[in-house]
């Protein structure tokens, strides 16, 4: 991997939500077409949605997008935050598309020139009519331009000869997308837009907000358990948004949480993959513990990491050091809490105890 847009797309790839052979879809939905064709047609946009990311891991500058180097631009650049954000850029056309577009009777898109242009302003998107010619290499057909080009006060119609139900998904996931502020979920090809009517989202609250990117049924379930048992302990949390993916932060206390600092658990989606973090101060209250701990708790407790540039010059105050297993270990705080686990359904509850531990308190729940 060469390229900022690479890393990125990579991501937005295996952010596509994994789906059921069958879903619920609302009655309203029905009027347009049966449940089967509908599915059909969303199996067909999902895996344009693949196709489209494995092109620009291929050849992104084919695809119209950034090449920044990622040996010369560093994570925290201008050019690597440009990528990020144009990694969503086939996402975007296909939902200013779909929102911007009415849908015929013979199963297209009719889409006013100028409704079209407002959309793409909003979301950044130049030079459209470039990004209609590559959706022609995965069987769009755009009908309407002049001289290639979006020509103001006309239209153009979109369709998709090979299944025309897959422009009727199209269209409502990204009218109900619009309506109802859910764009990330229509990059991430969420079926459960379907579920409701046009106007209503019954899913995405709580812990499934970073846990429907899981595709494995374990994480999925590991998340909830971490989740529900943090409830159960009183704690209060509030939802952030990494570069790599959603998060959920817990505090001891309301007033921690509302200044959104002090989070004693952070419970993330960090590439798709479920991640516990926690800070433990002071190893001397939990070492105990941790040796009349499960293998794998052990284990994870037994990494050492080499810190960052505070603990090179000398100026690091908030790694720790200590001793487990006649090893020396190191574990850097600096940037993010000092221990971070993939935890199991079988271990979770010996992390939260042990953080619990160094905090000065006993465990609210012992095993």
Not at 98 to 115: F, P, W
Request: overall charge neutral; proline content about 3%.
């Amino acid at each position: 991997m060469k390229y900022w847009i690479e890393r990125w797309a990579q991501l937005r790839k295996k952010e596509l939500i994994s789906y059921p052979h069958d879903f619920p879809i609302h009655e309203v939905y029905q009027a347009l077409c049966s449940p089967e064709e509908l599915i059909s047609g969303f199996e067909e946009l999902y895996q344009i949605f693949i196709h489209c990311y494995e092109d620009i891991l291929n050849n992104p500058a084919k695809m119209m997008l950034p090449v920044y180097d990622m040996n010369e631009y560093g994570y925290f650049s201008k050019e690597a935050r440009t990528s990020r954000i144009e990694s969503y850029k086939y996402a975007k056309i296909f939902y200013v598309l779909g929102c911007s577009g009415e849908l015929t009777q013979n199963v297209k898109l009719y889409i006013q020139a100028d409704k079209l242009k407002d959309k793409c302003k909003a979301l950044k998107i130049t030079n459209i009519h470039t990004f209609l010619n590559i959706l022609g290499n995965y069987g769009i057909v755009t009908e309407g331009l002049v001289n290639g080009r979006i020509k103001n006060h006309t239209h153009i119609t979109i369709s998709f000869p090979g299944n025309k139900h897959l422009i009727t998904a199209l269209y409502i996931m990204a009218v109900k997308s619009d309506h109802t502020d859910r764009f990330k979920d229509f990059c991430s090809m969420n079926y459960k837009l379907f579920e409701s009517d046009w106007n209503t989202v019954e899913y995405g609250n709580g812990v499934d907000v970073l846990s429907v990117f899981f595709h494995s049924k374990q994480e999925q379930t590991t998340a909830h358990l971490i989740h529900d048992e943090l409830l159960k302990r009183n704690y209060y949390y509030n939802f952030q948004d990494w570069n790599e993916g959603p998060q959920i932060r817990y505090y001891q206390k309301e007033s921690d949480r509302n200044r959104n600092t002090n989070a004693s658990f952070w419970l993330a989606c960090m590439d798709t993959e479920l991640k516990l973090y926690f800070r433990i101060a002071n190893m001397d209250k939990v070492l105990a513990y941790i040796k009349n701990c499960p293998e794998s708790v052990i284990s994870a407790f037994s990494v050492s990491d080499k810190g960052c540039r505070n603990r090179i010059s000398g100026n690091c105050v908030s790694g720790i050091s200590y001793q487990l297993n006649d090893s020396t270990i190191w574990r850097c705080g600096c940037c993010n809490p000092n221990f971070q686990v993939t935890p199991g359904i079988e271990d979770y509850l010996y992390y939260i105890n042990a953080a619990e531990l160094s905090a000065s308190q006993k465990p609210r729940r012992k095993l």
